[in-house]
């Protein structure tokens, strides 16, 4: 890899640096996931984000291991349908990882599989207003940078403005998936909870990439 910290390094940097971002934002994901559905998503996110924090803190193993302990232990405590797709995502990101080293392609692949298995896991596609819409663009970015051969750090940053763009464009969707749904049209007007949150996620894995 290319940092001077280790592959496990930059997975704790990660979450450190996830729980961080999320926690200022908390009350902002609150009021975005009450406009349309219980309130709950900056809660939701800042529980899952402690247990993962608590869970590596007391491992030691390879990337994949710690963000595999990591996954399940944010299903377990966040609970609800994000606690389940986000614990899976980070989790299969993990499994594909392994022991590591990683380059940019590697890193690509294991966010692809991770998102795929999201869609799986809750039958959505790109357009129903879920944190797909940030994660698609973002992957698409994100292999455009491999494709121009540059660092990850650098890479990874790069492709940070397309999630933001996809989440800024879920204003005006209309949900089709998750609690939001059921109310159709009054999810209009306001950013998808998961969407701004998981733009949270990938800003702060820019950060641990970069070492920070
Ligand atoms: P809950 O809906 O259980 O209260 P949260 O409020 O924590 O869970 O998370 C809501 C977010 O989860 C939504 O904004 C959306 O991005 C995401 N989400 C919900 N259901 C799905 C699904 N089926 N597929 C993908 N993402 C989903
Ligand atoms: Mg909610």
Redesign the pocket.
Known sequence: MESAITASQVARLWLANALALVGEHEEELGRL?AAA?????GA?LVRGLRAANGAVAAADGSVGELLVQAGAAFSDAAG???GALIGLWITTIGQQLGDGPYDLAVLYEALLSGTNCIARLGKAQPGDKTLLDALTPFLAALQTQVAAGVTLADGWRAALPAAEAGAAATRDMVARR??SAKLGERSLGHAD?GAVSMCYLLQAAADALAGQ
């Open positions: 996931d559905g219980d309130g709950d998503h939701t609800g349908a994000s998750g609690r909870p």
